[in-house]
Structures are given as structure tokens and as C-alpha cells.
């Protein structure tokens, strides 16, 4: 499991290196593998699961159920917790970069930077969040960026059946409501709640009504 994890990470920050030399060839090869990685993680995770279970049931064989018992009282090693911020975080990274390299052959629009921060080629600084849908939760995207207002802010949400939303937010309408959106204890992250109803879709401001960024979907004018 440690080897897949440094092979995803590897396989990440080549992704990242490909999009920001916007080879967009490599790209694609490379989340495919990515991909790969996860499915052969996902059948890991699966196989030491059943094997955990199968030693259950030999030590319950040989030595009856008070064995059993003791043995089980110790706690028993999964790294799922453990890998489970990595794996959003690795995602979250793929969705980033397969979106900037996608940007520049569809709109011909180029990025760089990597992680969250990017530029455009005019300097502008972007800032870029990912979230999945959270299903039944009146907030369904939780997204957080550094608490710096950027030039643009770009929100991806990526919907249960597997459609991504790109929110273009320009700082001329991010100032608004910026102050108003909830931070972190130490202030280092502005929090960004995001709601669908129909096919509106609203950004959470706190103590106020919340505001309809259905038309920035997709607007990519302010990166050009």
C-alpha cells in the first residue's frame, strides 16, 4: 500500500509538471494512470480486508473463540484513516490539473502555477478549489482557499454522477462578499459553501441572503 502511495504522489507531481509545461499529451497519459493507481489501491485495501478476515477465522479455528477474543482485543492495522486525507488531497490535485490542461486546449487559455495558486498570462493571480458533492447536505460543496482575495477565483464542484462545475468568481464580485464568508480559527482560510437547487446554483454568505453564481459557470473571460 506505502509503494501504491509513493507511485500516486510520483505519478501527481508529473501531472502537475506536464500541465504547467501544458503537454497536454502527457497529461492525459498520466491521470489515466493515475486512475489505474487508484483502481489497484481500491483492490489492495479490498484484499487486505478479506485476509484480516481470513486470519480471523484460522486463529478462531485452531484456538476456539476465547483465543479469538484476546487476539481481537488488539487493535488491528488499517491504513484507510491514515490515507484518506492524502487520497482527497491526490484527487483534488488531478481535478486541478486535468481542468488547467482542458482550459488551454478547449479555450485556449493558459495557467501557471501548481496546487491551488496559478497565474494567467497577464499576471493575474488564481486561486483553484475542488469539492465533491456531499449527498444530503444542504451545503453539498465545502471548498477553502487561502484567506487572500485573488484576482480570480475558480470553485470545482464535482457533482455525485461525475459532472464538474467550474465557478469563475472575478475579485470585483468576490469583494463583496468576501469579509462576510466564513474563515478558520486563525483566519488562514475563507470557507466557500455551495448549493444547487434545479439547476440554480448559490454560494452561502453568512448573516445574509445567499447569492446566485449560476452565471459564472464557465466564465472564463476573466482568466483570458
Not at 45 to 73: M, Q, Y
Not at 163 to 176: F, G, N, S, T
Request: hydrophobic share 40%; aromatic share 8%.
Amino acid at each position: 500500500m506505502t509503494k501504491l502511495k509513493d507511485i500516486k504522489l510520483h505519478l501527481f507531481n508529473q501531472i502537475s509538471s506536464a500541465a504547467s509545461n501544458r503537454d497536454i499529451a502527457k497529461v492525459d497519459e498520466l491521470s489515466s494512470l493515475a486512475k489505474e493507481c487508484d483502481m489497484l489501491e481500491t483492490k489492495s485495501k479490498t484484499l487486505e480486508t478479506a485476509i484480516t478476515a481470513f486470519n480471523r477465522r484460522v486463529i478462531e479455528a485452531v484456538n476456539g473463540s476465547a483465543s479469538l477474543s484476546r487476539v481481537s482485543a488488539k487493535p488491528t492495522y488499517s491504513d484507510s484513516t491514515e490515507a484518506a486525507t492524502p487520497s482527497r488531497k491526490a484527487v483534488a490535485a488531478q481535478v486541478r490539473n486535468e481542468w488547467v490542461a482542458k482550459l488551454q486546449t478547449k479555450e485556449g487559455i493558459s495557467l501557471h502555477g501548481h496546487g491551488k495558486q496559478y497565474q494567467t498570462a497577464s499576471g493575474q493571480s488564481v486561486a483553484v478549489a475542488f469539492s465533491h458533492e456531499r449527498l444530503g447536505d444542504p451545503w453539498p460543496w465545502f471548498l477553502g482557499l487561502r484567506n487572500e482575495l485573488p484576482d480570480v477565483a475558480v470553485l470545482l464542484c464535482k457533482s455525485h454522477d461525475g459532472r464538474l462545475y467550474d465557478i469563475v468568481l472575478p475579485a470585483q464580485d468576490l469583494r463583496k462578499v468576501w469579509d462576510a464568508l466564513k474563515k478558520d480559527r486563525k483566519h488562514i482560510q475563507v470557507k466557500f459553501n455551495v448549493d444547487k437547487k434545479v439547476d440554480r446554483f448559490f454560494l452561502r454568505v453568512p448573516d445574509d441572503n445567499p447569492l446566485d453564481i449560476t452565471g459564472y459557470i464557465g466564465n472564463y473571460d476573466p482568466l483570458r
